[in-house]
């Protein structure tokens, strides 16, 4: 290896990696996360010298089901100028660190939380968001996890955004598993009394342990979604991926060496297969494996740690912090490769009636590659709202572009096979986050390929009553994205308005163009079309922030503020009657809500429609 040439930016970071103070601070243990009343916590070392500090979040191991906070390497880090954070996460069962009296009351269980993926991805990333915005912070943050703590790290690296949920730096001490599709991990034979890797990602994920064998049909789906090596990318923050030399079972197959793994008494284990881990897939990824000091863009460190005795996670601690801490306190460099902002988790809300009147969600899947969605049909939790009216029983059809039927559900806890669905979906369901919260509502787990696909909402024997059709994004660090959405339904008044909600997704804002069409559809066979569609465009808080009535006239207002008919025009999707709305806005991430009603409470069929005009290629 070439001998790094200490610049200024490296010589400030040596300096600055020394100690800052001798005292180290008492902890402090803090909530910064509260799920059906129990409180997530954090124990957070900063020592109060009136400066903002560089977050560190430490994430500890333990399988995915236990483990507590990782609080004295945290202490540590306050010495050098950081803001030590050791976390906890909920937990996998049985998950006994995070119930009493370990942990205060209410824990896990008198929650009946199982803490499956992605529940304690989702924890890890709401620590970061919630410490990068703490006022001790100065908005930077970095994560160091071991083993399963260290896959969390990973996965955040990959999938999150830059400036919000991405740490800004990781540092992956055995990485617990990155690939949990990987045939070698599934391999190797589990020894008693020791952690069995796959068994623990098997639980972790809620999925049954297939060992031999990988994962296959919607158990795959589920294993790929949490896999932290499947969203390795460019414009993924730098990270530094670790094992030591004589590390646990599993750990050198998900780090990509090909090593013996260990075993606690220190006798020597198998010689594992590390061709699907980190190393090897950041490498095909367009990845540069650096060599210096000081974290650069789009490249990764890799190290093998050597160690005379069996080592892992934060045992090794002692014997990289010398070099790991003038890492995280260098610079950071910037993001490079960020992901363009797009439209995701898209839903509309409207009554279903029967016939040509029930509703009917379209939707594209843009890009190169194929993307991972969930679509519901969502009419029981509607009572929830104050909608006294919702669809009892909602059944969901899926339909490609040629408009051949590729998948159909009734009832998501019951799967349906034919066409694109091969296995049984429940637990890929469960695993989304996104499950119904009522047996009658409907839900479809689909790997689609780029393209047009319509999803159809009715009632089950021709019932009646509003409903949502939802299409959710389980794959946001893939080549494609969702994109140009529309929903069709029978817009009456009051609480039967069409209600069309979309997402903005990424670090910038996205121009795009909302649309209310209604006599257009007269040239489809429609015969009741809404003569007379008004717009309203409302945000995260439910402001208005824009409106129309008739495309030709715009009106001022809330985010617009001049003329957009030209801009209407030339975006090339002007509706074809002047009676038709349409809204241009440059939105910046965030949610979204589109309301269509007919001008002086008319009736009839109508479309709203997101189009997205800088979609990704």
Not at 49 to 76: C, K, L
Not at 368 to 376: D, F, M, Q
Not at 439 to 459: D, F, H, K
Request: glycine share 12%.
């Amino acid at each position: 290896m070439k001998k790094a040439i200490l610049s200024a930016a490296l010589i400030c970071a040596a300096c600055f990696a020394k100690a800052q103070t001798a005292t180290p601070p008492p902890g402090v243990i803090e909530r910064y996360k509260a799920v059906n009343g129990m409180n997530i916590r954090s124990t957070v070392y900063n020592v109060a010298d009136g400066r903002r500090h560089r977050v560190v979040i430490v994430i500890h191991g333990g399988g995915y089901r236990s483990g507590g906070m990782q609080t004295d390497v945290a202490q540590e880090l306050s010495l050098y100028g950081l803001m030590g954070v050791a976390i906890e996460y909920r937990l996998a069962p049985p998950h006994l660190e995070m119930n009493s009296p370990p942990h205060p009351f209410p824990g896990q269980n008198n929650i009946g939380d199982d803490g499956h993926y992605p529940e304690q991805t989702d924890d890890v990333r709401d620590a970061i968001v919630y410490y990068r915005n703490d006022p001790r912070s100065n908005g930077e943050v970095v994560v160091i996890g071991g083993s399963a703590g260290a896959s969390h790290g990973l996965y955040l690296a990959g999938t999150g955004t830059p400036g919000t949920d991405m740490p800004d730096l990781a540092v992956l001490l055995s990485c617990g598993v990155s690939n949990f599709e990987d045939p070698n991990l599934y391999a190797l034979n589990c020894i008693a009394g020791e952690v069995c890797a796959h068994e623990a990602v098997a639980n972790y994920l809620h999925i049954a342990d297939p060992a031999p064998h990988p994962p296959i049909g919607t158990n795959l789906v589920v294993a790929q979604e949490g896999s932290p090596s499947q969203w390795i990318r460019a414009g993924m923050c730098p990270f530094w991926d670790m094992c030591s030399s004589k590390d646990s079972l599993g750990i050198p197959t998900s780090t990509g060496f090909n090593i013996h793994s260990y075993l606690p008494d220190n006798t020597q284990g198998p010689l594992e297969n590390g061709e699907n881990g980190i190393v090897p897939t950041a490498v095909a990824i367009g990845l540069r494996e650096s060599t210096a000091s000081v974290p650069e863009a789009n490249s990764f460190k890799a190290t093998i740690v050597p160690v005379s005795v069996h080592s892992h996670s934060f045992d090794y601690w002692e014997q990289v912090k010398s070099e790991v801490i003038p890492w995280i306190t260098a610079p950071i460099p910037p993001v490079s490769g960020t992901p363009t902002p797009a439209i995701g988790n898209i839903s509309t809300r409207a009554l279903v009636q029967t016939g040509e009147n029930v509703v009917i969600g379209g939707f594209i899947v843009q890009g190169t590659g194929p993307k991972t969605v969930i679509i519901r049909a969502i009419g029981p939790e509607l009572t929830h709202f104050g909608i006294a009216d919702a669809l009892g029983d909602p059944k969901l059809q899926l339909h490609n572009a040629t408009g051949a039927l590729i998948a159909s559900n009734d009832d998501w806890q019951t799967t349906i096979l034919g066409g694109i669905i091969t296995g049984n979906q429940v637990s890929g369901i469960q695993n989304t986050g996104h499950a119904p919260t009522a047996a009658s509502e409907s839900a479809i787990i689909a790997n689609l390929q780029p393209g047009n696909y319509t999803a159809i909402v009715r009632g089950v024997n021709n019932t009646t009553g509003v409903a949502l059709v939802e299409v959710y994004d389980v794959s946001s660090g893939a080549s494609s994205s969702l994109g140009n959405i529309s929903t069709r339904s029978f817009v009456k008044t009051g609480e039967h308005v069409m209600i069309g909600g979309f997402i903005v997704q990424g670090t910038g804002p996205k121009p795009v163009i909302i649309r209310a069409i209604g006599p257009e559809l007269t040239e489809h066979g429609i015969t009741d079309a809404l003569g007379n569609p008004t717009l309203e465009l409302h945000d995260a808080t439910g402001a208005l922030i824009a409106t129309n009535d008739n495309w030709q006239t715009t009106i001022l207002g809330g985010i617009i503020t001049g003329d957009q008919v030209t801009g209407i025009q030339t975006s090339g999707h002007a509706p074809t009657a002047p009676t038709e709305s349409a809204i241009i806005a440059n939105l910046p991430p965030g949610n979204y809500t589109a309301i269509v009603r007919g001008a002086n409470n008319t009736t009839g069929v109508a479309l709203v429609e997101a189009y997205d005009l800088s979609p990704r290629h």
